[in-house]
């Protein structure tokens, strides 16, 4: 259902007082008498619409009557602000990847606060020359629906504070201070100084490095921008964004902001979301009786973790072809124990265990040059490789493939009964 409207509790205070009373408040002022119910009807219809999220956000599959996105994992709000330049133009001005933009939030009482806070993702170059408006892509820097900020609410940058840094030498861009505060520090990479003094007054360079010196020594800053002249200066001004012209507007609002509900309700199952599990994936597995135990559950879980990436596997049970001993004694203790199964087992090996045989499949990444198997005649391994099953130090590392294994590894032991023991073996024959 939806949740409460300011129109809809309006129609409610309508409905409950006297039409006597109502005609009254509404004719004071020209309707301004309404004003305070109003506020009353807004606050009350944002927390019902808070409140309506909230809950419906533990709907592990949407419902048909749902109004609310049902439960997701953690998920950061994006979208894109407006910097206009009205200061000087006289070079190419590059807002970093990582610069902070601020929501203004207008409290019950009046006064704006800092919102939520949002860090653009990418270079951004205003061009010498230009005033013209430029797009600025950024992201909240929590997950969270805090982040889904309507339009025209972030129209600043977040303050920094600005610094006088007193100049000691300027030499092949590379600003020198006096070891007297304000110092340079790391934290002023990526803003604008403003030179003051000597033959580079008037002059805007933004800091690319900071190496600090330490507390008796100097610190240095290596500027881009204009080539500076080499020789001295009073002091360069650390500034901040709105002190080079810029200003911030919202077009749009913010959206894609999540909280992680959707992991809360599988936490409450014990079923927590494994490597690389798209939101769909963990609903479809919540939603489902648990497919675990029995001979059949494990090969299900195999297949549905290999059988899409072309990899192939199978099972093999200490009941089935493994023949083994509790105490060893069979005269058939050597072999491979995916093909001939004629293995060592141990005692609780005997009776509860069972392994899977995993083979290399296609497309799962590099497995290295053939000639650094270990398992070919003449023994020609590279000797600087370390040996390691089917992934070897010079020859790059399968990482796709091993990310299958290891959510195959993850999903079986969960599955798997209370004292079965298993092992996964690579198995190039298969």
Known sequence: MEPLTVDDLIAVFRATVSPDYYAGIVGQANGQGLDPYHAAA????????????????????????????????????????????????????????????????????????????????????????????????VRCTRVGYQGNVPAEQIARFVTLGTATVPVASIASNVITDTGVPDRFSRAMVGRYVLIEGGANAGVYAQIAEVNPGGTAGTDTA????????????????????????????????????????????????????????????????IVQVQDVVTPGAINRIAARALTPLGVPWKIVETRGVLRGFVLDHDAMDTGDVCNDGAVLVSEAQSVRFFVICVGIGTMLGDFGFFMDATDLPGGMVNALDAEVPLGNFLDGYPVPYYTAVSVLWQTVNQARADGVAFEIHPDADL
């Open 42 to 137: 807004a606050m009350l219809a944002r927390a019902a619409d808070a409140v309506n999220t909230t809950i419906e956000a533990y709907f592990i599959l949407p419902s048909s009557w749902q109004t609310a996105p049902p439960g997701a994992g953690a998920a950061y709000a994006t979208g894109a602000v407006q910097v206009t330049r009205s200061g000087s133009v006289s070079f190419d001005l590059v807002i970093p990847r990582g610069t902070l933009f601020v929501e203004d939030q207008l409290g019950p009482d009046g006064v704006t606060r800092d919102g939520a806070i949002f860090a653009s993702t990418e270079d951004v170059t205003m061009a010498a020359g230009s005033t013209a408006p430029v797009s600025v892509p």
């Open 222 to 285: 290596t500027v881009t921008g204009p080539t500076l002249t080499d020789g001295s200066a009073v002091a360069a001004l650390v500034l901040e964004w709105g002190d080079l012209g810029l200003t911030v507007t919202q077009p749009a609002a913010m959206t894609g902001g999540t909280h992680a509900w959707l992991d809360v309700a599988a936490n409450e199952r014990r079923l927590g979301r494994q490597l690389s599990e798209s939101d769909d994936a963990l609903r479809y597995r």
